[in-house]
């Protein structure tokens, strides 16, 4: 039996909902392992920092008054970002909610958990003056007798378009950045670290775009979803079959290997940034066309292509 080989670009059916894969739950023993490491360290740090106080007091006052003061500001600093990453853990897990819910209702053709979608996404975005025609007009839509799946759809018109096609800019132009900086820089060292901080840096400006605004740690298993539903839904085929489909079709004999490369890096930045996005956005796509890698990859190599091509040169005429 012949099993066909996946598709490096294959994109969602129209219409299709990509699912964000579920996220795994830590084993008892696992989440008391930390908490209990943690503990430690906190102890450890709290000894520390009190025998540091200490010495400083026994060799003179002025000297222990001064680590104290330090010590409380060292502490209400770490109050303010510890408040700071819960509000962006919660920001998240509101936003993971909402996914689920809409998931729920299309799939159910659900007009209740559609409506309660809907509110959620309403309450989510009540700040930002950019959705204030949207949000009105879907407040009037919600007692109107409307099936599950088109008012969620609804919803996503009404809200999420203008972000969508921010989101899409933001991933063609961090492709963009990285193909060009790839292309010119001189030592693979560079290539890496700058793929890995643009990639670092779509993802947390995308999740912003939609309403996250994580800190440290919401960043942090923001990055872990979207490389797993990358992975998931397979986007990590930069093999032998990416180069071919890529630099194929005559493309290669026409740029050299390093704006080829270039364009690999690009493709690999968006692929992680349309992962963001799937996984970042509030609602699944249902009325609005999801961004597609393969515009993505024309864009790059239309673009590699004009800067290989040498500009003709003008006769002077003599």
């Excluded at 003061?69 to 970002?81: E, I, K, N, Q, S």
């Excluded at 872990?224 to 839904?233: D, K, M």
Aim: charged residues 25%.
């Amino acid at each position: 039996m012949v099993v066909p080989e996946p598709d490096a670009f294959a994109e969602p059916a129209e219409g299709a909902v990509v699912a964000v894969p579920p996220r795994r739950r830590r084993t008892r023993w696992t989440r008391l392992f930390w908490a209990a490491a943690g503990g430690l360290l906190a102890l450890a740090l709290g000894l520390a920092v009190d025998n540091l106080v200490r010495s400083l007091f026994d060799r003179g006052d002025w000297l222990g008054w001064i680590g104290l003061a330090l010590t409380g500001l060292a502490a209400l600093a770490l109050l303010a970002l510890a408040v700071r990453e819960a509000i962006g853990l919660l920001r998240i897990r509101r936003i993971t909610h909402i996914q689920d819910l809409a998931a729920e209702a299309v799939a159910d053709d659900d007009r209740r958990k559609a409506r309660e979608t809907c509110r959620e996404l309403i309450g989510l975005y009540e700040s930002r003056p950019e959705t204030a025609r949207g949000r009105t007009a879907l407040e009037g839509h919600l007692g109107e007798i409307i099936d599950g799946r088109d008012l969620v759809g609804l919803a996503e018109t009404e809200l999420l378009a203008k972000l969508d096609a921010e989101a899409r800019a933001m991933v063609l132009s961090s492709a963009k950045r990285t193909s060009l900086v790839t292309a010119i820089s001189p030592r693979a060292l560079v290539d890496v670290l700058f793929v890995l901080t643009e990639i670092m840096r779509l993802i947390r400006r995308v999740a912003t775009l939609y309403g996250g605004r994580p800190g440290t740690l919401g960043f942090l298993r923001l990055a872990r979803r979207s490389i797993s539903h990358l992975a998931i839904t397979g986007g990590i085929a930069a093999g032998d079959s990416l180069f071919q489909q890529v630099l194929g079709h005559g493309i290669a004999a026409r740029i050299s290997t390093r704006l080829g490369e270039g364009v690999i890096n690009g493709i690999l930045t968006a692929r992680v940034g349309i992962a963001a996005v799937d996984v970042c956005r509030p609602l699944p796509f249902i009325a609005a066309r999801p961004p597609r890698i393969g515009d993505i990859v024309g864009e790059l190599t239309r673009r590699a292509e004009e800067e290989a091509t040498p500009e003709p040169k003008t006769r002077t005429p003599g």
